[in-house]
């Protein structure tokens, strides 16, 4: 009976026994295969690895080594040997150039981003309607490609204070001279103690009384050859003509013999006269009567009553020419320079915003249209709120751009003006290597610079992000 029932349980447990080896065959290439894919990924891991590693080295040694360097930096002295905590950051808000830095910095992230932005988004939606778009945007663009360092002397020449060197001030100057006119002769003078006295506005006054019926001879030196006009004539035969009753003549010339000889304070034969000045009869203090000289530099008053008066040659005949707009002075030199960093940024900031204009849905703008909206309406109320985001990518790169501007800054402002001229970007290299030689300092003012950007460039990054999503 035991025996019976030992033989007819045998065949099943000798199954089992079988089943599990099948199993046990069955798992280990499964386990082989999990093994295998592990090695290939660790593989691929390590791999990759080494493809970036180049890449991490070089940002190891060129972002995450200096700016460690500079803020362990930032909290020793001068020398780099003595531990002094804070104080150069105490040092840096207590600094007057500093304090002008951080303004001008302000000053350029609150103007350039917002400019350059509106100049992009209006050229940009001006560009779809011209018939040459992709020409005018790449005459729009070319200037991204010159370096900061050309542009700066570029812009330096262009805001040249002399009208010879700089183009802007020869455009002013021409619109002035064009609309106001300049002085006649801006180099001439009296001679002391010839009849003539200069005020205190920088007119000249006869020192005698006349009277009408007199000729008076107004003598001046001085007048360069080329402040003569060319139809300027012999004042001899004017200076010899008498004056009518109720009449006072006179005449103004250039007291001067070309070759030498003549008499001083007569007019001589050769002495020319100087025409297109104006004279002025003065009595008690008021202009009673103007008249401006002829080419032989004749001149005369009609109707004057009896008296004495007083001829005067006002101010404005010598006043010095104009020269111009003190663009790179201590008042306009951060405009300036601002403007050269426009005419390279603008083409940058338009390519975006068309990108994102030519994304825009069009179904949307016919059926504006088709409502009965204007152009500007369909602009102000459909392609500004769609572009939302784009005009925020370009702002906050502009942004993260103007604040580290330098080499502008640098090349554009002249040496007496660079301290009003200064951003931070400036400022630091100028207190580390331009003189200061306080690199304690510099590396306080570079960790500030980097904390000012990092919410910029944070906040560019999460857009970026949320976008791809």
Avoid: C
């Amino acid at each position: 009976m035991t025996a019976t029932l030992v033989k007819e349980t045998s065949p099943p447990a000798a199954a089992g026994a079988g089943r599990g080896r099948r199993l046990r065959r069955r798992g280990r290439p499964a386990a082989a295969g999990a093994g295998r894919g592990r090695r290939l990924r660790r593989r691929g891991r390590i791999v990759a690895l080494l493809f970036v590693l180049p890449a991490l080295l070089l940002l190891g040694a060129l972002v995450v080594y200096p700016v460690l360097f500079s803020v362990g930096r930032s909290f020793f002295d001068a020398s780099g040997t003595q531990f002094v905590g804070g104080d150069n950051y105490t040092e840096m808000f207590r600094d007057p150039a500093t304090l002008k830095a951080v303004r001008n910095t302000a000053i350029w992230v609150v103007v350039a981003p917002t400019l350059l932005t509106g100049l992009g988004l209006i050229l940009a939606v001006l560009v779809e309607k011209v018939r040459w778009a992709t020409a005018f945007k790449l005459l729009l663009f070319m200037p991204m490609a010159v370096s900061f360092l050309a542009a700066g002397i570029i812009f330096r020449l262009a805001y040249d204070e002399d009208p010879d060197k700089g183009v802007l001030n020869a455009a002013v100057v021409g619109v002035h001279d064009a609309v106001q006119g300049t002085s006649s002769y801006p180099t001439a003078r009296a001679r002391d103690g010839e009849g003539m006295a200069k005020a205190a506005d920088g007119a000249y006054r006869t020192t005698a009384g006349v009277s009408p019926g007199d000729t008076v001879a107004l003598g001046l030196v001085g007048v360069l050859p080329g402040d003569v006009p060319d139809g300027a004539e012999p004042a001899y035969a004017a200076a010899g003509q008498q004056a009518a009753t109720g009449e006072l003549r006179g005449v103004v010339y250039l007291d001067f013999t070309p070759g030498g000889g003549g008499e001083q304070g007569r007019v001589d034969r050769q002495e020319s006269g100087l025409p297109e000045m104006t004279v002025e009869a003065v009595r008690d203090g008021k202009t009673v009567g103007t008249a401006t000289t002829a080419s032989d530099g004749s001149f005369r008053f009609e109707g004057l009553a009896e008296g004495s008066y007083t001829v005067q040659l006002p101010a404005s005949n010598f006043a010095p020419p104009y020269d111009g707009v003190s663009w790179l002075g201590p008042a306009l030199v951060t405009p300036a320079i601002i403007g050269a960093y426009l005419w390279i940024w603008t083409g940058f900031a338009m390519v975006l915003i068309g990108a994102g204009l030519a994304t825009l849905p069009r179904d949307a703008l016919e059926a504006a249209r088709m409502d009965g909206a204007n152009e500007w309406q369909i602009f102000r109320k459909i392609t500004v709120p769609l572009l939302g985001p784009v005009l925020t990518v370009v702002f906050v790169t502009l942004v993260i751009n103007v604040m580290k501007v330098f080499d502008l800054v640098y090349i554009i402002a002249p040496g007496p003006v660079q301290e009003d001229a200064t951003v931070l970007a400036t400022q630091m290299w100028l207190v580390s290597f331009g003189g200061g030689n306080d690199q304690g300092l510099g590396s306080a003012l570079g960790v500030l610079l980097l904390l000012l950007v990092i919410p910029a460039m944070v906040f560019n990054v999460r857009r970026f992000r949320r976008s791809q999503r």
